[in-house]
């Protein structure tokens, strides 16, 4: 069997599973709270990993060019692609859907949200945008102090992975700016407006961060956003367009494609294919799939992930031996030494080989199957506490949660599918930064109550009590 032939037999296979659950899929949630879910980023990704990214192989010879050619490691990685998605979509479908169509004007005639409830609502709301602002105006100071606000985005990019080594704190900055816009964000749909503090915060957050090329970090927010929105809308029966939401999302890829051409780096050439050629070197988790098989490392059982969760978020000053390679990038290194060069020119870049490459060093090909169906799983269940934000009568910290997880880590599939250690490892630290979180949001809310004196009743119920007396 021919390379073309495989290529064309395997995404084809794969895409049956994905196909079929969507029908059934937009049936529950309709075609605008489908394209939410992880099902369609999912298969987008796998369609630029395993049949775009060959393509332009083929076609142009765009790729890393580590290795000679070798038929049959493409045609097993091809093999491996497509046991992978129909293992994820084998854990997708383990747990129910939510029902959306039901919950459509849900909103329409309900009596208002009790005064004593939406108080303590709006407080949390105003303390969430306050803290927001204040945590993006430290990080944007330091990321002046460093000189990366300037208007030539592939400088600031140096300089603010220069900032960030040894500097966890600009990280976690804006980490916990993400959760209060979040928590900010998720209010809104209750009170039915974003306060001042935080559409300023988000606005700060988005500016800052595209200035200095954290595109995932803006896009997630703005996804965030815009799911919210959706809710909204849907909740009050004024369900908004799926060309929209189409356009929409379409504008948050170009938004962070655009942010990774500025800063530079890509070696492929030609203007007209630059922005797909970008994105193939994003999503190039086929190709490094390939060098893993090429490279018979022996198994790890685990290790790699294991020095992930263990070294990434530990603070070096603390302990100065930390490994400066371990887990992700020492499995770069070991796999495509080749890449070397490329890091250098691409100032402090790395290229991990993939979830598909990190489970076959670690569990060989079963690896990939059982993670790829874990990953469906846990997917599944963010998703569906995300989406019970139509179904809450009152914010919950738990949703905030979840759609900071699933914004920041699965929306654009990049959070996992990049590296699995560092997508554990991100999703310890980040559990840990919103329990921090939620403690200084409840003493910011109850702050804001003391300061804010409650409403005396209409006189006219003073009168009438009168009167009954």
């Not at 655009?258 to 070696?267: N, V």
């Not at 994003?282 to 018979?296: G, Y």
């Not at 169906?373 to 997917?379: C, E, I, Q, R, T």
Request: glycine share 8%; charged share 15%; aromatic share 12%.
């Amino acid at each position: 069997m021919t390379p073309t032939v495989t290529l064309f037999l395997t995404v084809t296979l794969a895409s049956l599973p994905i196909i079929a659950y969507a029908a059934v899929s937009i049936r529950r949630l309709g075609v605008g709270a489908w394209l939410f879910t992880p099902q369609p980023t999912f298969y987008f990704s796998y369609l630029l990993n395993f049949l775009v990214r060959p393509i332009l192989f083929f076609t142009f010879n765009f790729g890393y060019g580590l290795s000679p050619f070798d038929p049959r490691v493409f045609i097993e990685s091809q093999i491996l692609g497509t046991a992978g998605c129909w293992a994820f979509m084998a854990g997708y479908a383990l747990l129910r859907e939510k029902n959306l169509r039901a919950r459509i004007g849900c909103d329409v005639g309900k009596p208002p949200m009790p005064a004593d409830s939406r108080r303590q609502t709006c407080a949390r709301q105003l303390a969430a945008g306050l803290l927001a602002l204040c945590c993006m105006l430290i990080y944007a100071a330091f990321v002046a102090k460093a000189g990366a606000l300037t208007l030539n985005i592939g400088e600031n990019r140096k300089l603010f992975l220069a900032a960030v080594i040894g500097g966890g704190y600009l990280l976690m900055l804006n980490t916990m700016s993400v959760v209060f816009i979040t928590v900010s964000v998720v209010c809104a749909l209750y009170t039915g407006r974003m306060d001042k503090p935080g559409m300023a915060a988000l606005a700060l957050y988005v500016i800052v961060n595209s200035l200095v090329s954290t595109r995932h970090y803006v896009t997630s927010v703005i996804y965030i956003t815009v799911f919210v929105l959706y809710i909204q809308r849907l909740r009050m029966g004024r369900v908004i367009r799926t060309s929209r939401i189409v356009a929409g999302l379409a504008a948050i890829l170009v938004l962070g494609v655009g942010l990774g051409l500025l800063r530079g780096g890509t070696q492929q050439k030609g203007a007209f294919l630059l922005p797909l050629a970008y994105l193939t070197e994003t999503f190039d988790m086929s190709e490094m799939l390939q060098e893993t098989i090429k490279a018979r490392l022996p198994l790890e059982w685990g290790r790699s992930w294991v020095e992930d969760v263990a070294y990434s978020f530990i603070p070096r000053q603390l302990f100065p031996n930390k490994p400066t390679v371990f887990g992700t990038t020492r499995l770069e290194l070991e796999v495509a030494p080749g890449l070397a060069p490329l890091r250098t020119l691409v100032f402090r870049a790395v290229f991990p080989i993939g979830i598909y490459g990190e489970a076959y060093v670690n569990f060989g090909i079963p690896g990939i199957v059982l993670l790829m169906f874990g990953m469906g799983l846990f997917l599944r269940f963010a998703s569906n506490c995300c989406l019970d934000l139509a179904y809450s009568n009152v914010p919950r910290m738990r949703h905030v949660f979840y759609l900071v997880i699933f914004g920041t880590l699965c929306a654009d599939t990049l959070g996992y599918m990049r590296t699995f250690g560092q997508f554990l490892a991100t999703i310890g630290f980040d559990t840990l930064l919103f329990a921090v979180c939620c403690l200084v949001v409840a003493v910011g809310r109850d702050f804001v109550l003391i300061l804010t004196p409650k409403a005396t009743p209409p006189a006219e119920t003073s009168r009438s009590l009168d009167a009954i007396r």
